[in-house]
Nanobody, 117 residues
Framework: QVQVVESGGGLVQPGGSLRLSCAAS????????MGWYRQVPGKARELVAT???????YYGDPVKGRFTVSRDNAKNTVALQMNSLKPEDTAVYYC???????????WGQGTQVTVSS
């Protein structure tokens, strides 16, 4: 059984920074893609950033240049450094571990990020 647990959400002022962390326990290997998605009420979940097994990173357009995703294969962890935060970054952020085929796909419970003055 795989468990995925996020941490690091909270309230931050516009222009501030937050770092989200996520750890997976169970049968996870470096072959998994690791990433972050976010969702606001009434909207579909959207890609924030992902780092695939090769180390290549992909970012959603709204966060390019402000967010950085990184992974530690030895610890089965993925982190999201968020800088220059904007009110529109407010959302529940979900961590995801998946195989490239999508047959194995695990989500965390989500962590709230609120950007407000």
């Amino acid at each position: 059984q795989v468990q995925v647990v996020e941490s690091g959400g909270g309230l931050v002022q516009p222009g501030g920074s937050l770092r989200l962390s996520c750890a997976a326990s169970g049968s996870i290997s470096s072959a998994y893609d690791m990433g972050w998605y976010r969702q606001v009420p009434g909207k579909a979940r959207e890609l924030v950033a992902t780092v695939i097994s090769s180390g290549t990173t992909y970012y959603g357009d709204p966060v390019k240049g402000r967010f950085t995703v990184s992974r530690d294969n030895a610890k089965n962890t993925v982190a999201l450094q968020m800088n220059s935060l904007k009110p529109e970054d407010t959302a529940v952020y979900y961590c995801n571990f998946r195989t490239s085929s999508g047959l194995q796909n695990f989500w965390g419970q989500g962590t709230q990020v609120t950007v407000s003055s």
